[in-house]
Structures are given as structure tokens and as C-alpha cells.
């Protein structure tokens, strides 16, 4: 598991760089400064949640047969590739209806985020810092 969201969220930060660089310097004459916007957030959301999937794979490291976290590394992925995918396109081709595909992406970004937060709250439970305060 570590090394397959390491692979991805390694891979979506260097096409993330890419699209981005892509965007700043070669779209800025091409599209709409709106679409220029929209294209944009795709490249943020896209390097945001790359840092995520390489954080799952360090998380992992300390709970290697985590079925939360395979869970919200792949939803994170999805998330990536609908969320930033959809909006890269509707940006480059200009076809509204894909802005439809954008919210299932964010669903897989919320999901992952909302599982690596559940694989936490038993370490914090029972970590020693916790029952300190009890």
C-alpha cells in the first residue's frame, strides 16, 4: 500500500507542476481569464491532495493493513482524477456539463479525508497523551 500512494501522489505532484506551468504560461493568451481561473483550481486541488496521497503512504507505514486508509488513498486518487480532471477539461474544451463531474471529486476528496480522520481517532484514544488527561 505505502509504495502504490507514494507512486501516485508522486506522480500527480509532477503532472500537477506540469499542469500548472502549462496553465501559466501557455493558456494565459488561449482561454478566458474564468476559464484560467477554473483551470487553476484544478491544479491546486490536484497538488493539495497529491500531498495527501503521499501522506497516506507514510500513515500507512504505521498501520500497513488499514482498510481506512487504502480506502481514502484510492477515493483520493478518484478525487484527483475527477475533481481536478473534470475541471482541467471543462476549462480546455469549454463544455459546461462537465462542471457536473466536478462535485463527484469532491465527494472522494471529503470521503478520504473524513476516513484518514476515523484511522486516526483510535491512536488518539488510546495514546498516552489522551489517558494523561482523562
Not at 68 to 80: K, N
Not at 83 to 98: E, V
Request: glycine share 12%; hydrophobic share 55%.
Amino acid at each position: 500500500m505505502k509504495s502504490t500512494f507514494l507512486l501516485l501522489g508522486a506522480l500527480s505532484a509532477l503532472i500537477g507542476v506540469g499542469m500548472g506551468a502549462f496553465g501559466a504560461h501557455g493558456l494565459k493568451t488561449v482561454i478566458s481569464p474564468e476559464m484560467l481561473a477554473v483551470y487553476q483550481t484544478g491544479v491546486t486541488y490536484q497538488m493539495w491532495h497529491a500531498l495527501g496521497l503521499i501522506a497516506i503512504a507514510l500513515i500507512s507505514q504505521h498501520a500497513p493493513d488499514s482498510k481506512l486508509l487504502r480506502w481514502a488513498g484510492g477515493l483520493m486518487f478518484a478525487g484527483i482524477l475527477l475533481f481536478s480532471g473534470s475541471l482541467y477539461a471543462l476549462a480546455l474544451l469549454n463544455h459546461t456539463w462537465l462542471g457536473m463531474i466536478t462535485p463527484f471529486g469532491g465527494v472522494c476528496f471529503l470521503a478520504a479525508w473524513l476516513l484518514i480522520a476515523i484511522s486516526a481517532a483510535p491512536n488518539i484514544r488510546s495514546s498516552d497523551h489522551y489517558s494523561r488527561y482523562k
